[in-house]
C-alpha cells in the first residue's frame, strides 16, 4: 500500500511519507471526492457566518458546483463498480480542513470573510496543481480522467473567483 | 452597433419545439425563414458557435454540463439563465457583434455575430 502521494507533499502536509507510488483510480476517486467535499463544508461555513453578499455569492456557487462534480463522480464510480480506497492524502485533507473549520469558526464579520476567501485561493491553487500533474496524469479510466479534466476547468474558474473575491475584501 | 431594442426574446420551449435542432451550432428552418441554432454547452465550454447569424435567427442554449451556467452579453443586451440540462432560446433582433460569457464561470466565453 502506498504510503502518500506527491500530492501530499504538495499540500504541505505531513501525513506520511511522499513517495513516487502512483495512486489508482480507486484513491484518486476518494482523493478528488474528499477534496471536494471539504470545500462543500467550507462554503456551508461561510454560508452560516458571513453576512457580504459577495461572499455568500461565492460560498453558494462553490456549494453548488463541488456537490454537482460529488454526485457525478459518485454515479461514476457506481457504474464502473468501483469502490473508493481511503488513503493518507485524503485522511490528511481532512484533517488539515477540519482544523481549518475549527479555527475559522471562532472568526467573524470581515475577519472571518478574508480568511474563508483567502483560503479558497490557496486551496483551489493547491487542488488545481494536484489535479495537474497527479491525479489527471495517473487516472486510468478514461470517464474518470475527463471529469477530472472538467474538474480541473471549474476549479481553475473557482479560483479565479477566489482571487477577485480576495481583492475586494478590506 | 444599433441599439438591441427589441433585443431579446427568450421563447417558450414550447413555441419552438416544432424546430429540431440538436447538433451543436445545427441550424433548422424553413427556407428562407429565420433561423435556429443550437449551442451546446458541455465541459465547462460554449461549443461551437455559427460564423454568423442574421436578425431573426434565434439561438437555442443547451446546457447538457453537470454545471449552473449563463449566457450574459458583455454588455448586459442578454442574459440568460442555465440550469442544468436547460434549454432556453434568444432571437436577435438587431445587427451587432455580441461577446458573451457564463455569469458564474467567467472563462466560458463566446462572441455571436449579427448581419441583417
Known amino acids: 500500500m502506498f504510503k502518500a502521494f506527491a500530492f501530499a507533499a504538495a499540500l504541505s502536509l505531513t501525513a506520511?511519507?511522499?513517495c513516487a507510488q502512483a495512486p489508482n483510480d480507486a484513491q484518486i476517486a476518494h482523493i478528488a471526492y474528499t477534496a471536494g467535499n471539504i470545500d462543500i463544508a467550507a462554503g456551508k461555513q461561510a454560508l452560516a457566518k458571513s453576512h457580504n453578499k459577495a461572499v455568500l455569492d461565492f460560498a453558494n456557487e462553490m456549494v453548488r458546483d463541488h456537490t454537482a462534480v460529488n454526485d457525478q463522480a459518485l454515479a461514476l464510480v457506481k457504474k464502473l463498480g468501483v469502490t473508493p480506497q481511503d488513503n493518507p492524502t485524503s485522511q490528511a485533507l481532512s484533517k488539515d480542513a477540519?482544523?481549518?473549520?475549527k479555527t475559522y469558526s471562532s472568526l467573524s464579520g470581515a475577519a472571518f470573510d478574508k480568511a474563508y476567501a483567502t483560503n479558497e485561493v490557496a486551496y483551489h491553487k493547491t487542488v488545481n496543481g494536484a489535479l495537474a500533474n497527479t491525479l489527471i496524469p495517473n487516472a486510468k479510466n478514461a470517464e474518470l480522467k475527463s471529469l477530472l479534466e472538467t474538474g480541473l476547468k471549474l476549479f481553475k474558474e473557482h479560483q479565479a473567483h477566489a482571487e477577485h473575491l480576495v481583492s475586494t475584501l478590506k | 452597433m444599433s441599439s438591441p431594442h427589441p433585443w431579446l426574446a427568450v421563447l417558450a420551449g414550447a413555441a419552438l419545439a416544432v424546430a429540431p435542432v440538436s447538433a451543436p451550432a445545427a441550424k433548422s428552418h424553413a427556407p428562407k425563414g429565420p433561423v435556429i441554432?443550437?449551442?451546446t454547452l458541455n465541459k465547462m465550454a460554449f461549443g461551437p458557435l455559427p460564423a454568423s447569424i442574421h436578425v431573426g435567427d434565434t439561438i437555442e442554449w443547451a446546457n447538457d454540463d453537470i454545471f449552473v451556467h449563463s449566457a450574459t452579453a458583455k454588455d448586459h443586451a442578454f442574459d440568460v439563465e442555465l440550469p442544468v440540462k436547460a434549454h432556453r432560446w434568444t432571437t436577435f433582433h438587431a445587427a451587432g457583434t455580441y461577446p458573451f460569457a457564463c455569469r458564474y464561470h467567467p472563462g466560458m466565453t463566446?462572441?455571436?455575430?449579427?448581419?441583417k
Not at chain 1, 477540519?98 to 473549520?101: R, S, T
Open chain 2, 37 to 39: 441554432y443550437t449551442v
Open chain 2, 110 to 115: 463566446g462572441t455571436l455575430v449579427v448581419t
Open chain 1, 98 to 101: 477540519a482544523a481549518k473549520l
Open chain 1, 16 to 18: 506520511g511519507v511522499a
